[in-house]
């Protein structure tokens, strides 16, 4: 700026209003993948490790806390936060369906197949999927008395919800319709249609909470997740059951 | 006291619900304030003491956010450097701010015009104690104080006061329904600090 100032003023002047900062010519294209030192990204790991390492809860819970408050920032109403976070979890599910047949193929030797029965697929996601995500399996399974298409995978106390708890103006809200999405992707690319996949409290919390804290629970963040099968899905059930299938 | 001393190291590590039930322990009341020197929390744990409205609650976290920060500036000096050998130790330090003064350094004037050797002598006020209870303060590195209630013979406040500090770091912190500096509704801190505190 001194250097500047030496010239003689006015054509100087005249000079930087004619003519702005001038756009700086366009980087070189520099990827952003950034490698740890071992130069080892995800994509150069063996995929059937069946060993993995722990990841850190407090981690995952400060991730999942910013997808929530990227969503919640984003939407106006309580089923729409559930939607956002659904459509969140659908693409991890999709894979994950190939993911761990491909890992249980190397782990007993022999070729795994999709299930393809609701009941097959059922206990995938009870005991396969719940075991690679969350170390343990869901707490039960049920099906629906009054409607055939519906059933319930139950949660007593989801890891994704370790350390939210609800506000009072929205205790609708379940932030594990993240793994109901996941759950809907597994059985999307399994070739069963959903209507729909929807995480729930269980029934008792929500008045409760309503009226006060003094009922102790056993599982105060017991979670339902109902997954609701199309007509298409039923039917071919049906089908191959009449068939002696 | 032995029970209390080994069931505060398991509780470091095993869920709030799980703990053996403690019988000598009182908790009168936990207090949290934020940097700014408001209330964010109140609760009180034992039965039969005198209440408070929240006024009165916020009058007393103000107060003593005033009487901490004067607490905290008025510490005494800490003794200067006295031999060669702490000198060489803390040059690294001072160095950059006293290159040009070659006189030996005057204990009142080094301290006052050298903040960053005395900030980590002064926490304030950790504790204060009376026949009838012991307050004890726990700041985070953030500025939030935790002051807890307790009664004169509770061993290991500060045990119970970092436990609690952690019990914010997760289910406060952690939660993305919770703003910032703002007071405390959280359901799963609301039960984890009486599954700690309160006496079966």
Sequence with gaps: MPGMAKPPPPPALTHQLADPIPIPPPKPFQPRLRHPSSRKTIYDRNLSRTQTTPTSLPAFAYLFHALITHHHSLSGSVSDIETRLNRAGYPLGIKLLDLLLYRQQTASQRPATRPTRIVELLQFIHTTLWRALWGRTADALEQSTTKRNEYMIVDNEPVVNTYISIPREMSQLNCAAFVAGIVEGVCDAAGFGMEGVTAHWASAQGEAKGEGKEVEEMWPGKTIFLLRFSEEAVGREEAIKANGG | ?200
């Design chain 2, 1 to 200: 006291m032995n029970c209390i001393h080994s069931s505060h190291n398991n509780s470091a590590f095993s869920s709030a619900k799980r703990l053996p039930p403690r019988k000598c322990q009182v908790v009168f009341a936990l207090l949290i304030i934020n940097k700014a020197g408001g209330l964010i929390y109140t609760r009180t744990f034992a039965p039969g003491l005198q209440k408070l409205d929240s006024n009165d609650y916020l009058i007393l976290a103000g107060t003593f956010h005033g009487i901490h920060a004067i607490s905290r500036s008025i510490n005494p000096a800490p003794p200067p450097p006295p031999s060669p050998s702490t000198t060489a130790n803390s040059s690294s330090s001072t160095t950059t701010s006293q290159p040009n003064t070659q006189a030996p350094p005057q204990p009142p004037s080094s301290t006052a015009g050298n903040p960053t050797r005395r900030r980590p002598h002064t926490t304030g006020i950790e504790s204060l104690e009376s026949s009838h209870f012991r307050l004890t303060c726990f700041q985070s590195p953030t500025g939030v104080k935790f002051l807890l209630f307790t009664s004169p013979e509770q061993p290991n406040t500060d045990v119970v006061v970092r436990r609690c500090y952690e019990m914010y770091g997760d289910y406060v912190m952690k939660n993305p329904f919770y703003s910032l500096e703002m007071p405390i509704r959280v359901e799963k801190f609301d039960r984890g600090v009486a599954g700690y505190l309160v006496r079966p």
